[in-house]
């Protein structure tokens, strides 16, 4: 994997994260670098489900694997919303 392998997964986590934060309702407590890490794991995630359905590439957008790591991401946002909470020591009222 190269440099801009790494930078494109970077930003594509920063989009990712940041849509599955989007369609998540309510305010999730949780930083950006925390954003673009379940972001990266959601595309990881979306792009080898999708090889795995037999989903193939494209020359345009591929829907489909942006959906499924969107997502997956928002799982895991909500997984980190709800395992920040309970470690904070704060009391919801």
């Known amino acids: 994997m190269g440099f801009w392998d790494v930078i494109g997964l970077i930003f594509a986590g920063?989009?990712?994260g940041a849509l599955a934060r989007l369609f998540l309702?309510?305010?999730?407590?949780?930083g950006m670098l925390a954003t673009v890490g379940v972001g990266i794991?959601?595309?990881?995630?979306?792009y080898g489900i999708a090889a795995a359905i037999g989903v193939k590439e494209t020359a345009g957008v591929d829907w489909i694997r942006w959906i499924i790591s969107i997502a997956?991401?928002?799982?895991?946002v909500s997984l980190v919303t709800a395992f920040m909470g309970r470690g904070s020591g704060s009391t919801r009222v």
């Open 14 to 16: 920063l989009v990712i």
């Open 25 to 30: 309702p309510g305010r999730q407590r949780i």
């Open 41 to 46: 794991l959601g595309t990881l995630g979306g």
């Open 72 to 76: 997956i991401a928002a799982g895991l």
